[in-house]
Nanobody, 127 residues
Framework: VQLVESGGGLVQPGGSLRLSCTAVGFSLDDYAIGWIRQAPGKEREGVSY????????YYHDSVKGRFTISSDNAKKMVDLQMNSLKPEDTGIYYC?????????????????????WGQGTQVTVSS
């Protein structure tokens, strides 16, 4: 499995960015894919995920109402539209995928439970 990311960059507070990720190299359907970020000096935290089978979505409380995740299952692509960006959104954003979501009994996996990771893309929110 390979996760290829694009997007990211430098934006002023209040601005917008869009991240995209394409997953290649697999054919199973029971998975979730999304974005995990790591700010300088902090641990990785889940930002937003989407379940492939039922399109169930997760958002970290800090991004609700500002970020929107979407996916194209046929193309195995997932996008993250980030609006009203804040300096605290700064960090490296990783596209990540976790298998067998059904085994988690309805809970979302922790960031360290994801199985595959992209190379990461830098998002910097600064004036």
């Amino acid at each position: 499995v390979q996760l290829v990311e694009s997007g990211g960059g430098l934006v002023q507070p209040g601005g917008s960015l869009r991240l995209s990720c394409t997953a290649v190299g697999f054919s199973l359907d029971d998975y979730a894919i999304g974005w995990i970020r790591q700010a300088p000096g902090k641990e990785r935290e889940g930002v937003s995920y989407i379940s492939h089978n039922d399109s169930r979505v997760y958002y970290h409380d800090s991004v609700k109402g500002r970020f929107t995740i979407s996916s194209d299952n046929a193309k195995k692509m997932v996008d993250l539209q980030m609006n009203s960006l804040k300096p605290e959104d700064t960090g490296i954003y990783y596209c990540a995928l976790v298998w067998a979501l059904s085994l988690y009994s309805g809970r979302w996996p922790e960031a360290n439970e994801f199985d595959y990771w992209g190379q990461g893309t830098q998002v910097t929110v600064s004036s």
